[in-house]
């Protein structure tokens, strides 16, 4: 008899072809696990992707959570397999000129850390801006977080310094039209924060992405989260909001034949 979890997906566990009963978990995937080359089963958390987990060239399985990604983690030039979490940026993480090993979140931004002029390698939070921290000009050396941004942070017309998070983006923060002071966060983005056409300003996270936050068809506001990804979210064909989650894959959710909306987990 099937054991009750048998039934989560939508077809029962079969047994593979070496006559051994596929665990229930084995169907989560929209097909089930098969066994790789080498005649081990394949995880059942493999299939989450597009495609089933391969070996790399040195004949390791490689881990599940590499396939997230566009593509699979390599080994880099040493012969480590570079970490899962490495290709989170347009590129391999890569050795420094030390030999050592850069940490997986030293790629976030758009060039790898390097040593300062003192030898002493810069933090890796270092290089999530375009420059370096240097030393300000009273030979303090500037927090690391003050570099997140294109710029360093000054003081604003008033004496006072802005605070570090005021550099995240590429301008310091402004007031406002209604002359209030913009909040640091809100230049988190390449632009400032804008008042939406109803007159209500948008919330600073609705900068996170590289446009803002726009009102959908129905008037309502989407949410900020839904710009994360490269398009804004549409209803769906119900008249449903999608929720901001759906955009995380490259498509949208879709209802299934059976007219239930698909878990927006169904498209990482």
Do not use: A, L, Q, Y
């Not at 989450?48 to 593509?71: A, E, L, Q, T």
């Not at 303090?140 to 003081?155: A, E, N």
């Not at 839904?226 to 959710?253: A, E, L, N, Q, W």
Request: charged share 30%.
């Amino acid at each position: 008899v099937k054991r009750p979890i048998d039934s989560i997906s939508s077809s029962f566990i079969k047994k593979d072809v070496s006559g051994f009963m596929k665990r229930p978990i084995d169907s989560i995937g929209s097909s089930f696990i098969k066994k790789d080359v080498s005649g081990f089963m394949k995880r059942p958390i493999d299939s989450i992707g597009s495609s089933f987990i391969k070996k790399d060239v040195s004949g390791f399985m490689k881990r599940p959570i590499d396939s997230i990604g566009s593509s699979f983690i390599k080994k880099d030039v040493s012969g480590f397999m570079k970490r899962p979490i490495d290709s989170i940026g347009s590129s391999f993480i890569k050795k420094d000129v030390s030999g050592f090993m850069k940490r997986p979140i030293d790629s976030i931004g758009s060039s790898f850390i390097k040593k300062d002029v003192s030898g002493f390698m810069k933090r890796p939070i270092d290089s999530i801006g375009s420059s370096f921290i240097k030393k300000d000009v009273s030979g303090f050396m500037k927090r690391p977080i003050d570099s997140i941004g294109s710029s360093f942070i000054k003081k604003d017309v008033s004496g006072f310094m802005k605070r570090p998070i005021d550099s995240i983006g590429s301008s310091f923060i402004k007031k406002d039209v209604s002359g209030f002071m913009k909040r640091p966060i809100d230049s988190i983005g390449s632009s400032f924060i804008k008042k939406d056409v109803s007159g209500f300003m948008k919330r600073p996270i609705d900068s996170i992405g590289s446009s803002f936050i726009k009102k959908d068809v129905s008037g309502f506001m989407k949410r900020p989260i839904d710009s994360i990804g490269s398009s804004f979210i549409k209803k769906d064909v119900s008249g449903f909001m999608k929720r901001p989650i759906d955009s995380i894959g490259s498509s949208f959710i879709k209802k299934d034949v059976s007219g239930f909306m698909k878990r927006p987990i169904d498209s990482i």
